[in-house]
């Protein structure tokens, strides 16, 4: 027996077909592990854009609230000035506690971290308990 016939029957053989699904077993991990690092980098690089954004909006929808709050002090100052100070407090309170409501549902509703590639895992799982049956 040649050198080439016995490399031939030992990449045929149970060894061979053991190397060969370890092989393909690191490549599908190697998949996922990918598609893991690309949710995670989009995950971060949206979370830093909203988080930015989002100070960027309070800002300046907390000056405009406090110099319109000024304002209408200005403007009342010497009629209803209770009055109006009221009316903006309670306009500022009902404002909060409608965006904390926002605020938990979006925590509440948020898509599950890492959702594709927990399901990539669980069809691979499937799969490859069809193929051992």
Do not use: K, Q, Y
């Not at 009902?94 to 979006?106: D, F, P």
């Amino acid at each position: 027996m040649s050198g080439s016939e016995t490399d031939e029957r030992a990449g045929s053989g149970l060894f061979g077909s053991l190397r060969r699904t370890v092989g393909h077993l690191a490549e599908l991990a190697h998949t996922r592990l990918e598609l893991l690092s690309v949710e995670m980098e989009a995950r971060l690089l949206n979370s830093r854009h909203v988080m930015l954004w989002s100070v960027v909006a309070l800002f300046s929808a907390s000056l405009a609230m406090l110099m319109l709050a000024v304002t209408v002090l200005i403007v009342f100052w010497d009629t209803h000035r209770l009055l109006s100070a009221g009316t903006i407090t309670a306009c500022f309170t009902i404002m909060a506690i409608g965006a904390a409501l926002v605020v938990r549902h979006r925590v509440r509703e948020r898509p599950r971290l890492l959702a594709a590639t927990i399901g990539e895992l669980r069809r691979d799982a499937e799969s490859l308990g069809e193929a051992v049956r």
